[in-house]
């Protein structure tokens, strides 16, 4: 039987296995600094959505609320770093992930 694919909230510990998911957003990059990365998770406003196959992180997102002082002051959000592993693509795992 095929494991449940699930969304969730990624947090620190899932650091190792977005960091090497992003190698097929932009492969090559540099990895970040721990300083980076620990700034990036803790930055309020800024959640990062991970789709599981099982205990495979297999698509990723990120959302940043904005702050705003027009429309009474309501937040909006963008939505960045949208990537799939390359092995699970054409299935509607970025969608899904969105």
Request: proline letters at 13%; zero cysteines.
């Given at each position: 039987m095929k494991p449940a694919v699930a969304i969730r909230d990624l947090g620190a510990g899932d650091v190792d296995a977005l960091l090497a998911l992003y190698e097929h957003l932009?492969?090559?990059?540099?990895?970040?600094?721990?300083?980076?990365?620990?700034?990036?998770f803790s930055h309020p406003g800024l959640r990062h959505f991970g789709l599981f196959d099982g205990d495979r992180l297999i698509a990723s997102c990120n959302l940043a609320a904005i702050p705003n002082l027009t429309r009474g002051g309501t937040s909006y959000g963008v939505i960045e770093n949208v990537v799939t592993h390359a092995d699970h693509r054409g299935q509607g795992h970025g969608l899904a992930i969105v």
């Open positions: 932009n492969a090559g990059d540099a990895p970040p600094s721990q300083e980076a990365v620990l700034a990036v």
